[in-house]
């Protein structure tokens, strides 16, 4: 569930930086991207290419987002391509980063962490969370950026798409801060963005939405159906079951908190990613 | 020659207690410290106890250690007005009159589990981790092997006698230490038919949910509260609180146990839990939660509202005395050891004091001379109180010296009176420097040494508290199956021939 906090040593200018530096932490769960969905066949009937015609039963609560993901390291000139797959119907929302793991999140603060090739779960209710001293940003998880951000930054330019309104948001990037550059096409419609762009100095991430697609409860109940789940709050007296023991070492099932207080001693919000040691 | 003799030994005592007195320096002799703690071995020595209790109250604190018990009592301490820095506070039961340590080993393993632990409480038989009121010659999660051992529990005599008997728990009621006091199985996850193995269906082991609901009337349970609610509903089934059940058989427990038993209920919520007419109802069965209930910190956040442990405990002996034979009841503050597992101090110490009070509930309203009331835990936890703070210093806080100066390690950085060996917390790495940080705030991870996914149980010894009849039973060191005697014999169960 979290990110690794070296990122986030670095000094800190802004609580908008913080936030969208929180979007690009998603990246460190982005190594094995596959497309998850589209290998399972759902919805293979309803795909709406970004190019295609609109699709009417796309909504906002009701969607699969395919974005890629390519990261540029400035000091060597590589890029890395990896995948997120954002699979939302109503008040849950999975986000599929590779083969290994996927999580869900609920509108009402709980957290799914899925294992497919174990077909299993585990679930981390909001006191689990809070417990562990995890405080996610829930609008975040089901928006990438959450709309409280989003309003921080300068609205630049506004167009109509061939499916969707869209609109331009850029950061007041002062060339003498050590500030990420931060660009936004968002599509108010969907609240997400069709493109994300931050760049540190160092490395400039990009999110680009590929494919977006219908989805209806029942493709959406099949992707998490036959888990066999255990509370978050079972794991301690579980360790002798050889899938948690497994998990545990191979830090899926996260320990540690270091890194997340910044030097002043404020708490920072780890994101919902990768493992963390 | 006789009176004289009882004379002479009478001054004697007095001479030598005036001669103590006179060695005694008034600083000495007038302190409280001096006054306050001879009156209590005064009353130590008038102390009087009956030894059959009509009714047995049993409190099992999951997780609830000596180093829990202490820092709560500080904990709790230091939100009274006018405390005197804390530690001078006392839970409810650490004024009882009688204690004993508590060895908690299972058969299989020196760091116990509270499978196994329960079992122990319950049938006053160690068995190994994992197991449900089954022998040790049972294979975890075999469920042939344990046909034919399976141990008659307290909850199982009591009914027997013509008690009423009750279970209660702020963990899902069907979890290890609510589920060994009537359920037998070979494996503590069994807890809804999902669970089960295809070998335990073949062999006809039944699920823990089932084994609650589906006793026969003369040995039901008169009050069963507590979480788990899905593994009583039909995974088709959602909730009142937008969650699906997990029984796959179709099975819907809270109507059977409507159906099972005479002037039943049902309740899911506080409002309807408060609703309940106890005069009325003779077989009530909560389940406020699909899985575990909410830590007390987090309870007025719960969707659909839960009573708390105290709550809980008060209603249950309301029903329960219903019965001119008496009852057992037993109650567990389950969620002390789900806190220490995440690392997160400030939750556990508060589950442990509203488990204290709620064994105060419990003192207040039962009759000391027929109840024996007895607080235990089941294990306990890798938690420690360290460095020297002063005294008064927050139980949550960073360590003050006794001049008031921030302590600090070999690192330099600064660290909390309470911590883990291993857990959550701990990190790979070089640790948090805690110098700005609020570690009395409700979240916080205490730091730990060792990097581990979820904090451990402790294998030392836990402590057992009594009061009422039968509580001179509790002294010494004692295995933990002996908990199960002291019960047996105070309450005449006649599981053995005392």
């Known amino acids: 569930m979290y990110c690794h906090p070296q990122p986030l040593m670095k000094p800190i200018s802004s609580a908008i930086t913080m936030s969208l530096l929180c979007v690009l932490l998603l990246m460190c769960n982005s190594t094995y991207a596959t497309q998850v969905i589209a290998s399972s066949k759902i919805g293979a009937n309803i795909a709406t290419d970004m190019d295609e015609p609109c699709d009417t039963a796309i909504s906002g609560s009701q969607f699969q987002a395919s974005y890629q993901i390519t990261t540029t390291d400035h000091h060597t000139n590589t890029q890395q391509h990896t995948g997120l797959i954002l699979t939302r119907f109503n008040d849950n929302i999975l986000h599929q980063h590779n083969q290994v793991s996927f999580e869900a999140w609920h509108k009402n603060g709980e957290y799914v962490r899925y294992f497919p090739a174990e077909k299993r779960s585990i679930s981390y209710r909001r006191g689990d969370l809070l417990a562990l001293n995890i405080a996610s940003d829930i609008d975040r998880q089901f928006h990438l950026i959450a709309p409280h951000t989003l309003a921080q930054l300068s609205l630049v330019d506004s167009s109509q798409g061939q499916c969707y309104a869209q609109q331009q948001y850029r950061n007041a990037h002062n060339k003498n801060e050590a500030e990420p550059l931060v660009s936004i096409d968002w599509l108010p419609q969907l609240s997400l963005p069709k493109s994300l762009t931050i760049d540190t100095g160092d490395q400039r991430i990009s999110y680009q939405l590929t494919t977006l697609k219908a989805i209806n409860g029942d493709n959406f109940n099949r992707l998490i159906a036959d888990y066999q789940d255990l509370d978050f709050a079972d794991v301690g007296d579980s360790e002798s079951d050889p899938f948690i023991a497994k998990m545990i070492t191979q830090g899926f099932i996260q320990h540690g908190s270091s890194g997340f207080y910044s030097s002043d001693g404020e708490k920072l919000q780890p994101t919902s990613g990768g493992h963390h040691h | ?498």
Not at chain 2, 165 to 186: K, W
Request: overall charge negative; aromatic content about 6%.
């Open chain 2, 1 to 498: 020659m006789m009176i004289k003799r009882v004379a002479a030994l009478i001054s004697c005592s007095l001479v030598t207690m005036a001669a103590n007195s006179a060695m005694l320096p008034s600083v000495q002799s007038n302190s409280p410290w001096f006054t306050d703690s001879a009156q209590r071995v005064m009353d130590k020595a008038n102390l009087t106890t009956k030894t059959q209790a009509k009714n047995v109250i049993l409190f099992v604190g999951d997780g609830m250690g000596i180093s829990t018990l202490t820092a709560a009592r500080i904990y709790q301490g230091q939100q009274i007005t006018g405390n005197q820095g804390g530690e001078e506070n006392a839970l409810s039961f650490e004024r009882f009159n009688h204690t004993a340590l508590v060895k908690t080993y299972n058969t299989n393993q020196q760091t116990p589990d509270s499978a196994g632990t329960m079992t122990a409480i319950a049938t006053g038989v160690k068995s190994k981790a994992g197991v449900l009121s089954v022998s040790d010659t049972s294979l975890r999660g075999n469920c042939l092997s344990s046909k034919g051992n399976e141990l008659v529990t307290l909850v199982d005599l009591a009914n027997a006698k013509g008690l009423s008997t009750g279970v209660v728990s702020t963990a899902r009621i069907t979890h290890a230490t609510p589920a060994a006091t009537y359920a037998h199985s070979p494996e503590r996850n069994w807890e809804a038919d999902s669970n089960l193995s295809n070998e335990a269906i073949a062999n006809d082991c039944k699920d823990i949910a089932y084994q609650m609901v589906m006793r026969d009337k003369d040995h039901a349970l008169s009050v069963a509260l507590g979480g788990g609610r899905r593994a009583f509903i039909p995974n088709t089934v959602t909730d009142g609180e937008n969650k699906n059940g997990s029984r796959k058989d179709g099975l819907d427990l809270t109507q059977a146990w409507l159906d099972n038993f005479d002037n039943a209920a049902y309740v899911w919520n506080k409002d309807d839990f408060d609703a309940i007419d106890v005069a009325n109802t003779d077989h009530l069965l909560g389940l406020f939660n699909s899985s575990h209930m909410e830590y007390e910190l987090d309870r007025a956040n719960d969707v659909a509202g839960e009573p708390s442990l105290t709550e809980m405990t008060t209603k249950s002996i309301e029903l329960l005395n219903k019965n001119d034979n008496g009852y057992l009841l037993i109650v567990e503050s389950g969620r002390i050891d789900h806190a220490h597992h995440a690392g997160n101090a400030k939750r556990a110490l508060m589950d442990a004091v509203e488990l204290s009070n709620a064994v105060q509930a419990a003192y207040d309203n039962t009759n000391p001379e027929e109840t024996l009331i007895l607080v235990t835990a089941d294990h306990s936890h890798v938690f420690t109180i360290a460095g020297y703070p002063k005294r008064g210093n927050p139980i949550l806080g960073l360590v003050h010296d006794v001049d008031g100066n921030l302590s600090t390690a070999l690192d330099g950085k600064p660290y909390t009176t309470l911590g883990y060996t291993n857990g959550p917390g701990a990190v790979i790495g070089q640790r948090d420097d805690l110098t700005s940080v609020d570690t009395q705030q409700n979240d916080f991870m205490q730091q730990a040494l060792i990097p581990m996914g979820s904090e451990t149980h402790a294998g030392e010894d836990i402590s057992l508290h009594a009061t009422g009849p039968g509580a001179n039973l509790v002294k010494g060191v004692m295995e933990q199956n002996v908990i199960f005697h002291i019960i047996n014999q105070a309450q005449s169960l006649g599981g053995t021939k005392y």
